[in-house]
């Protein structure tokens, strides 16, 4: 999950692999695969860069549970 800022400062955590498209005219919008959409005071950049964290902690966290055994 990612933590996103709606306009009225109110905090959200949303499912990053469930973000159809980011929009950013001027205000940055998320549109859900479900249709919903949310407008937050993150750019379009900074809810990106997020989204890759999250990835990147995911990965990380699958690459420690099967670290390679080692060859004798």
């Not at 996103?4 to 498209?21: C, G, H, K, Q």
């Amino acid at each position: 999950m990612i933590v996103l800022t709606r306009l009225n400062r109110s905090r959200f955590a949303v499912n990053p692999d469930l973000i159809e498209r980011i929009q950013a005219a001027p205000d940055t919008t998320i549109v859900m695969v479900d249709g919903a959409t949310f407008v937050v005071s993150e750019s379009m950049d900074d809810v990106i860069e997020s989204v890759v964290r999250f990835r990147a902690r995911v990965l990380s966290a699958v690459g420690e549970q099967h670290e390679p055994e080692e060859v004798l």
